[in-house]
């Protein structure tokens, strides 16, 4: 089945197929079933020169010749129907496809092809099927004008680039998952280069839990960990102020109850001073989550005139144990970030110009690092981020566009809805609903797609899936995809490292690509593991440091 061949009456001729340099002989098989999503071919799994060819393999894609159009088709699977292989003569294949869209020639002589997803002529019995042309292949990955950006290669062809539409992927949230050790962290980076690159107007907030995206992106990004973090306790909302008390556990109602009651009491203590100690609340009352500064003094001095009153006798033990939570979190030194005397005063402006980059003096990027903060006080911290996020988009009126990654996104968005702080799933749930009419993007990333919130991953309308070999996982991922390119999933547990399937309103069509390879030092995490030789005898670690900061 290598031949040489005319072109069929009435077929286009196009540039490619008039350069003197290409060979027209061509790998050729002959369709022997379609059922409307699939085909078969028949074909030989011998070249011309009789040496066994690579171009039916799976993963590939080849076309089938209809004349006006040629069906563009995805190899799934390939086999012989005898499972019997023959050293003497050739050896007759069986090729499956799943049939992805066809392409035209452009109305103009030279004009590039023109990819349509869905099929309006199929495949007749009989059809030659050939390894794909590369201007095809480009046609098939085609944007159409949409701005994009350039991440990689495609894995069938690497002489061809790998775009993304960058608007459509970050505007409509993008999720990145992938098994550990993949390279997903790297994807992130190159990811975030491209972008800051493509859309000088964004501003990116990463939540970071293992300290690794600074150094990966270092023109680019401020650093904020706990110790250089400015949160003022009175810009958390109440539940985010009770999750801090309580260290992660089960709150008590009563003592919640009281907090409800004399919160917003201290914050009119604080802007009437002379209106005396115990102020309750009037017309115009401020609420427990309204972001006005109060101080702990003056909260500590409300449950203490509350538990001098004649009528709250029984309350005492509540009292007594809400201003010991109160004192003990105030007296913390891990959460001074929240704490600290300087923050009392009216900083809300400073605070969000900081976390935001407004301005940005030339670095969009910050990187807020949680390795060393108390595990306790994450959830609070990112739920006060991810509602400050939406909030700042919203009110600027379209002016500022932000995007909040979140690695390892199942921490804060479990699809246990009994687990994870019901606070930031809310936030980061409404940035994936309503966040892209404001200019508030979303990217997900995780190695664990099973056990993220099923809400927040159907909000995302671009994936980059890339290794993946829990099945769970995987079922997941397939639920996302189009039927059409479900085959092309076949491949999540045997991709190779940098690689991934991306799907969805950022690229053209389902393309299995390559990232390009980032420099070592612009790698997530190179710099910290070659920041200091490892210690062989320990005669040289610091102990005291690390009890100063264990403190």
């Not at 990955?141 to 539409?165: M, P």
């Not at 006005?292 to 509540?318: H, T, W």
């Not at 995490?525 to 070659?530: D, F, M, N, S």
Request: charged share 25%; glycine share 6%.
């Amino acid at each position: 089945m290598f031949v040489e061949r005319e072109a069929s009456v009435g077929e286009p001729i196009s540039q490619e197929r008039r350069n003197a340099l290409q060979s027209d002989k061509r790998i050729l098989g002959n369709v022997v079933q379609c059922d409307g999503a699939r085909a078969t071919i028949s074909a030989y799994a011998e070249d011309a020169d009789g040496t066994v060819t690579g171009q039916w393999t799976v993963g590939k894609m080849i076309s089938i010749n209809l004349g006006a159009t040629r069906t563009v088709g995805l190899v799934y699977e390939i086999g012989k129907s005898d499972r019997a292989w023959s050293n003497e003569g050739q050896n007759p294949i069986e090729v499956s496809i799943e049939l992805i869209g066809e392409v035209r020639d452009g109305a103009e002589p030279g004009a590039k092809p023109v990819f349509d997803r869905g099929i309006t002529a199929y495949p007749h019995i009989g059809a030659i099927a050939h390894r794909i042309r590369s201007r095809d292949l480009q046609a098939v990955y085609d944007l159409a004008g949409r701005h994009s950006v350039t991440i990689g290669t495609l894995s069938q062809d690497e002489s061809i680039d790998a775009n993304i539409a960058i608007d459509d992927t970050l505007a409509r949230h993008f999720a990145i998952v992938g098994t550990t050790g993949v390279g997903k962290s790297t994807a992130v980076s190159l990811l975030l280069r491209k972008s800051i690159e493509a859309r000088p107007d964004l501003r990116v907030l990463i939540l970071d839990p293992h300290n690794e995206f600074a150094a990966s992106l270092p023109e680019y990004c401020v650093k904020v960990d706990s110790k250089t973090l400015d949160l003022p306790f009175w810009m958390f909302r109440l539940e985010e102020f009770a999750e801090v008390l309580f260290r992660g556990r089960e709150t008590v109602p009563e003592e919640v109850d009281v907090l409800r009651d004399l919160i917003p009491a201290a914050k009119n203590l604080y802007r009437n001073p002379s209106s005396g100690t115990y102020v309750r609340r009037g017309s115009d009352a401020l609420t427990a989550d309204t972001p006005v500064p109060y101080r702990i003094a003056d909260l500590i001095k409300q449950i203490d005139e509350r538990m001098g009153l004649l009528e709250s006798k029984n309350d005492r033990p509540v009292l007594k144990s809400l201003k010991t939570r109160i004192e003990s979190a105030a007296a913390d030194p891990r959460y001074r970030f929240m704490f600290n005397s300087r923050l009392i005063e009216d900083t809300i402006h400073e605070t969000i110009g900081n976390i935001f980059r407004v301005p940005n003096h030339g670095r969009p990027v910050t990187c807020f690092e949680m390795a060393g903060m108390p595990s306790e006080v994450v959830n609070s911290v990112c739920s006060v981020l991810a509602r400050l996020a939406f909030d700042l988009a919203l009110w600027s009126e379209g002016r500022l566009r932000l995007l909040l990654l979140c690695e390892e996104a199942h921490r804060y968005m479990p699809a246990d809805p009994r687990l994870g702080f019901a606070p930031t799933r809310h936030a980061l749930s409404r940035i994936a609903k309503e966040g892209r009419k404001y200019g508030c993007y979303l990217g997900v990333v995780t190695q664990r797609p099973g056990e993220l919130d099923p809400t927040i991953l159907s909000q995302c309308s671009t994936f980059f899936a890339m290794r993946l070999a829990n099945e769970q996982d995987q079922a997941i991922i397939r639920s996302a995809i189009a039927d059409s390119s479900a085959s092309t999933l076949a491949f999540l547990s045997s991709m190779g490292q940098r690689e991934a399937i991306a799907f969805g309103e950022g690229v053209a069509t389902t393309m299995r690509l390559k990232f390009e390879k980032l420099a070592q030092e612009f790698i997530p995490g190179t710099a910290k593991r070659e920041q200091v030789e490892p210690s062989v005898d320990g005669s040289d670690v610091d102990l005291a440091m690390i009890v100063e900061r264990l403190r």
